[in-house]
């Protein structure tokens, strides 16, 4: 199958690739592009763990083809953290036991990566609302929503 | 707007007896965690690597006729095949892989199908070539023809005698004799004590209920996945994602005839295990493909495979009959349990079995466990194995016992409570327990104490145990010359052990957690450790990371003296440091110690080894507040408290975290999880979408109380914790239901459509009076 030129920014470095029409995005990130951060848990749009920004929109890497990443900027885990430090998001993670295994835990960040840029002081209400969309099996949810509680307020600090 | 930050988080360090555990440092493999750096088994990547892809049946029961996989030998890409012809016939034997024993003839019958196929999703063949995509298109150019047989995948059905028979060899062992009668039971087993007869004569009030459970899945977010690659001089490497590399060491050697020297598991991080990542499913195909290739093959299973291939935890048939004097004394108990094995034999019955009226203390309790084989996966260790659908069951009926005799439900239990000395219905005498401590603490929750008030609103209780595991574990200590110590230590760590395991180490020798550095290396890189499952690994493998830290103390304290010129005898340890008994002048830290290893004979490496028996048993309450939907038949968990011994908090986060990740587990089992089959025989809903665990959106906090009863035998006093969570939240909700609807329920999962179905059960009964 011959494969197709795709030019893309991802975490805000220009990044051309090349894939089959059927590859999903999230199949480009992992095995072409080496950001195995990025991980699979259904790859049907059910469990978030392949979570990343499209143009600043939360999507499911493995529901989109990567052919239609042309042109667009994509944001993953890895592009959280920048050579000062871990974004605080992250620490928060840390310092609340947010992650048992850490499988979903990149899929959450950037999910709640993305309900701060929009919302920076969310509810725990409207925490658990937006990150309905990500499952995880470990933790029952507690600790990871006190972590983005808190890293709110330090994002807000911060500004 | 409240927020928590982690300076809300107690300690538990024993007023100060401790300064590491019972604290709540950063998990040292928590930054690779946050930022996608750490390598689970779905990341390995290698040179030459070959992608595999598994042919599935789509049929429940089925024979096998004939597999003629030329026509995909010949796509372009493709590069080997497995099927059964190529495993060599291995003989029954039996295999200890952590939580479960499993026959290795059924391991490799199951990894692919020779004769039969068991369940619809059972492994017949597979495909390696040069990317995924092509190996999937090879699957549909294997041509199998199949002789569909009747399937059978209902446990009650499975017993019948004239049900389909998945084997037509397997008698029932009957109280452990073979029984010569062919069936799908392939066992009954009994744990009696006393007389049932005259337990019931002697009660006011006897209940009995029957108790459905459908088939669940652990859930885990990561997809199996393993990469194997035999190589040349006859080895075979393995990358999994598994909570037991030696038993998958164990699993591959013995289905591939290999001595275990030859094969060498490396595991991975793993995405969530639950009990269900012990037993080897593609392994041995993806070996049978590398040798035929010479490279290395990855394979990874989508989430419908996971579904319909792995796991389950065992649906469940369940009759409970007990007896209570007015006076809340429970006089008897029976217990009817059959449990679907699945595919082959070996459900958890027989851990439910011991686990199913373990906390409380009844003179006269008969119990019986049937393991059934059903067209279904071949069931799999899920969080206490055995012991959720048990508690459904038996507590359930101690509500009502409660409710019959005017008593309150946590009072009924409190008076009930085993203690040390309690004989179980298995025979085991209890040691140093922490059950009534543990009731009488959820007795005294604020959660318990408060009022619920408002319409369909309702409040249940329940209790649960679990035995907690011991056995083989291994640690090995080595210290830089900058006093920081390389920990290695064999247990996967599926949720912050690592943390855990350091901690013990720092707390022994003095230094913190930052100093500790743990890693989890290969099988033949560290002494055999047994899985991480059976809530063993803080307390075995904790107890090895003891000894090898007390062996570098031991060491230190020779090095020390010889540093310092003085005699060996004349060193102790106190609080960090190395201290001349006749002269306190004379002190050195660890730190010290470690700088002048090289001058004072060399490295400094201490080890530890044990095989831990003396785990102590868990027991776990919870309390949780309903409110019932009576339009919708929707149940709103308002509040949720899980009460639990937990022995010794070594990093409470983490054990908070394993209480609240198994109590929404719970919550899912209760309410919207479940395997629907279709009249063909095959899971209906094998996806998320379809196969509903909770969200956060669906959870309300889980307030944890840690109670701390010590564990004798451990020198921290710990227990395991991970598992007894999972026991009781089904039958704590359900009489939340109860208590807030008036309809008793006997199925899991409590969706909806049941509670509508209750409900409107209960208005023809009262409109007929």
Not at chain 2, 217 to 242: A, F, R
Not at chain 2, 403 to 427: S, V, W, Y
Not at chain 2, 697 to 725: C, K, M, W
Request: aromatic share 6%.
């Amino acid at each position: 199958m011959s494969k197709i030129h795709v030019q893309t920014t991802i975490n805000e470095e220009a990044t051309e690739f090349l894939c089959e029409p059927r590859e999903s995005l999230l199949e480009v990130l992992r095995e072409t592009l080496g950001f195995t951060g990025t991980k699979e848990g259904c790859n049907d749009g059910n469990c978030g763990a392949c979570s990343v920004t499209l143009d600043g929109v939360l999507i499911d890497s493995c529901l989109m083809l990567a052919v239609e990443a042309e042109g667009k900027s994509i944001s993953t885990v890895e592009g959280l953290a920048n050579p000062e430090g871990l974004h605080p998001i992250q620490q928060a993670f840390l310092e609340h036991a947010a992650l048992q295994c850490g499988i979903c835990t990149p899929g959450f960040l950037v999910a709640s990566k993305a309900l701060l840029d929009h919302n920076p002081e969310p509810s725990e209400h409207e925490i658990r609302h937006w990150l309905a969309g990500n499952l995880c099996r470990c933790t029952g949810y507690d600790k990871i929503v006190r972590a983005v509680l808190e890293a709110a307020q330090t994002v807000r600090a911060s500004a | 707007m409240s927020v928590f930050t982690s300076k809300d988080y107690p300690d538990y360090t024993d007023d100060g007896k401790y300064k590491v555990i019972g604290t709540r440092p950063i998990r040292h493999d928590g930054v690779d965690k946050v930022t996608g750096a750490a390598m689970y088994g779905g990341d390995v990547r290698l040179p030459g690597l070959l992608f595999g892809k598994v042919l599935r049946s789509p049929h429940p029961h089925a024979k096998i006729l004939s597999i003629d996989t030329s026509e995909a030998l010949k796509l372009d890409g493709v590069r080997a095949v497995a099927t059964a012809d190529d495993l060599v016939d291995v003989v029954d034997k039996l295999s200890n892989i952590g939580e479960t024993t499993v026959n290795v003839r059924e391991i490799a019958k199951n990894s692919l199908a020779s004769d039969k196929v068991l369940y619809t999703g059972h492994a017949v063949a597979a495909v390696c070539a040069t990317n995924p995509h092509i190996a999937e298109e090879a699957l549909d150019l294997i041509k199998v023809e199949y002789e569909v047989l009747q399937p059978v995948i209902d446990v009650r059905k499975a017993m019948a005698d004239d049900a389909p028979l998945l084997d037509e060899n397997r008698t029932t062992r009957e109280l452990g004799e073979d029984s010569g009668k062919k069936s799908n039971i392939a066992s009954h087993n009994q744990h009696a004590m006393g007389d049932l007869d005259e337990g019931f004569a002697a009660a006011d009030v006897v209940v009995e209920r029957e108790f459905d459970t459908a088939t669940i899945h652990q859930g885990y977010i990561e997809p199996h996945n393993c990469t194997v690659w035999w190589k040349k001089d006859g080895t075979v490497t393995v990358w999994v994602s598994t909570q037991g590399p030696f038993e998958i060491r164990s699993q591959v050697a013995e289905v591939l005839d290999l001595p275990v020297s030859k094969v060498k598991v490396m595991p991975c991080e793993i995405g969530g295990g639950f009990g269900g990542k012990f037993p080897t499913y593609m392994e041995p195909a993806a070996a049978i493909m590398s040798h035929k290739t010479g490279q290395p093959v990855k394979m990874l299973m989508s989430r419908t495979e996971v579904f319909q291939a792995t796991g389950p935890a065992p649906g469940s048939y369940m009759k409970v009959k007990m007896g209570v004097k007015n006076d809340g004394t429970i006089t008897a108990a029976h217990a009817y349990m059959a449990y679907e094995a699945g595919a082959y034999p070996g459900s958890a019955v027989g851990a439910g079995a011991a686990c199913i009226l373990a906390p409380y203390n009844i003179a006269n309790v008969t119990i019986d466990a049937y393991d059934v084989v059903v067209n279904k996966p071949k069931s799999s260790a899920y969080r206490a194995p055995g012991a959720p659908n048990a508690a459904f069951a038996s507590e359930s009926v101690i509500d009502e016992l409660a409710e019959k005799i005017g008593m309150d439900p946590m009072a009924l239990r409190l008076k009930n409570a085993c203690h040390e000395g309690t004989r179980r219905a298995d025979g085991t005498i209890f040691g140093k327990i922490g059950c009534i401590e543990t009731f009488q603490a959820a007795k005294d929750s604020d959660h318990y104490k408060s009022n619920l008030e408002g319409a369909n609103r309702g409040r249940g209780v329940a209790g649960g145990f679990w035995f907690n595991g011991g056995g083989m574990s291994s640690a090995a200590i080595s210290v830089n010359d900058n006093g920081t110590i390389n920990l290695n230590e064999g247990s996967v760590d599926i949720g912050g052990s690592r943390a855990s395991m350091a901690m013990i180490v720092a707390e022994t020798l003095g230094l913190t957690a930052d100093d500790i550095n743990p890693s989890i290396p290969d099988t033949s890189s560290i002494g055999f450790t047994g899985g991480t499952g059976g809530s063993r690994v803080t307390y075995a493998t904790g107890h090895a990371c003891y000894n090898a830290a007390e062996d570098v103390k031991a060491e230190m304290c020779k090095r020390a003296a010889r540093q310092l010129e003085v005699e060996e005898g004349q060193i102790e340890y106190q609080d960090g440091r190395f201290v001349c008994t006749s002269d306190a002048s004379k002190t050195l830290t660890v730190k010290e110690v470690a700088a002048s290893q090289g001058s004072t004979g060399g490295p400094i490496t201490g080890k530890g080894s044990v095989n831990a028996g003396g785990a102590g048993n868990a027991f776990a309450v919870h309390v949780v507040d309903v409110e019932v939907d009576p339009e919708t038949g929707k149940v709103e968990i308002l509040r949720f408290t899980a009460v639990q011994d937990v022995g010794k908090a070594i990093h409470p986060s983490y054990v908070e975290g394993q209480i609240q990740g198994g109590a929404v587990q719970g919550i899912g089992w209760a309410l919207s999880e479940g395997y629907f089959y279709g009249e063909d025989g095959s899971m209906a809903n094998p996806t998320f979408l379809d196969y509903r665990m909770p969200t956060c959106f669906d959870v309300p906090t889980i307030e944890t109380i840690l109670v701390e009863v010590p564990n004798p035998a451990s020198p921290h006093g710990i227990r395991g914790v991970g598992e007894v969570p999972l026991v009781p939240p089904m039958a704590a909700i359900a009489n939340a239901i109860h208590n807030a609807v008036g309809s008793r329920m006997g199925e899991l999962p409590m969706s909806p459509d049941k509670i509508i179905a209750a409900l409107q059960d209960a208005q023809l009964s009262e409109a007929a009076g």
